[in-house]
């Protein structure tokens, strides 16, 4: 399985992403602000989808609101 972000790279374990979109958290009154930068992603069984921690919250994101951060 392949995931791939928002430009078609593709997308690992551990990888740091920005988002390319401000999200809502649905059930909080947090919004996830465009160009967040989230370190230490995990992959899924869904390849639309990523597991990540942001502020505190464990939330999945949409891969297609994801950039890759190259260093």
């Known amino acids: ?3 791939k972000d928002s430009n078609g790279e593709l997308l690992n374990d551990g990888d740091a992403v ?3 979109k401000d999200l ?3 059930g909080t009154s947090t919004t996830l602000k465009r160009g967040t ?5 995990r992959l899924t069984d869904d390849e639309e989808e990523v597991d990540c921690k942001v502020d ?3 939330v999945l994101l ?3 609101f994801l950039n890759k951060v190259t260093v």
């Not at 930068?37 to 992603?41: H, L, R």
């Open 18 to 20: 920005l988002l390319t």
């Open 62 to 64: 949409k891969a297609c």
């Open 24 to 26: 809502k958290v649905p």
């Open 1 to 3: 399985m392949e995931v």
């Open 37 to 41: 930068k989230i370190k230490n992603i």
């Open 56 to 58: 505190g919250l464990q």
